[in-house]
């Protein structure tokens, strides 16, 4: 009884999160905000491998997983982004802000209808976007708000675009492994204690890094293919 619940109590904890998020982002907290967001996005990661592991796997913990991600991913980074600069942006920074979610929202339909190809997502997934929203709106103090809206805008279009980025979900790992992820919960707990303002900086690196992969990716393939067509033709 146990196993069959369990995965759902990891996707029903990031949804928890994703509210604690917004209600912290709104008492000016956009710290500990982030912070939700980041361990939203480790019981996110293995709620589905944790059904996988017991063989545990449903419709409904499927939909469960999207409707959580929507709000902990999606409308949380959005509301971070929009109390620490968007506000300031009147209408305009009302439709930035609901862009995000909206995006986030159609690429999770898209996932459930139709989830790609073996070993790729199809569109930047909702959790990594929300991961790098979340934690690139800590550097509102270096970056111009034109310039992080931007970002937003673009995000958004990731989540939406066809660009292939690689899927670590259904990596396989070792049964041990499983018995040290509260060991890895409790240490980042504990540096997002000591290091609020610090952490969540540092997270955004790996993460913006594989927003710009699939980019980077999907322009190099798509110079080749263009150069290949170059080439078809003069040779005809």
């Known amino acids: ?56 796997q449903s419709e409904f913990g499927k939909e469960l997983d999207s409707l959580s991600d929507v709000i902990s991913f999606g409308v949380a980074p959005a509301f971070i982004m929009y109390v620490a600069i968007l506000n300031e942006m009147g209408p305009i920074g009302w439709g930035i802000t609901a862009l995000f979610p909206i995006a986030g929202a159609l690429r999770l339909a898209r996932f459930n209808v139709k989830p790609g190809i073996p070993g790729y997502f199809i569109g930047l997934p909702i959790t990594a976007a929300g991961g790098v929203l979340a934690t690139m709106t800590l550097y509102y103090e270096i970056f111009s708000p034109a310039i992080l809206a931007l970002a937003m805008i673009f995000l958004s279009y990731l989540m939406i675009s066809r660009i292939k980025y690689p899927n670590f979900k259904k990596v396989g790992f070792p049964k041990a492994a499983y018995w040290v992820t509260p060991i890895m919960i409790v240490v980042v707990v504990i540096l997002a204690i000591y290091f609020p303002r610090e952490f969540p900086k540092v997270v955004f690196l790996p993460l913006g890094l594989y927003a710009l992969y699939g980019v980077r990716k999907g322009f190099s393939i798509r110079r080749k293919d263009i150069t290949e067509e170059d080439l078809e033709s003069e040779r005809k």
């Open 1 to 56: 009884m146990i196993t069959r619940i369990l995965p759902s109590v990891f996707t029903i904890g990031n949804l928890f999160l994703g509210i604690i998020s917004i209600i912290l982002a709104f008492q000016g907290q956009p710290e500990y905000a982030a912070i939700m967001v980041i361990i939203g996005m480790l019981l996110d990661g293995l709620d589905g491998r944790i059904a996988r592991f017991f063989n545990t």
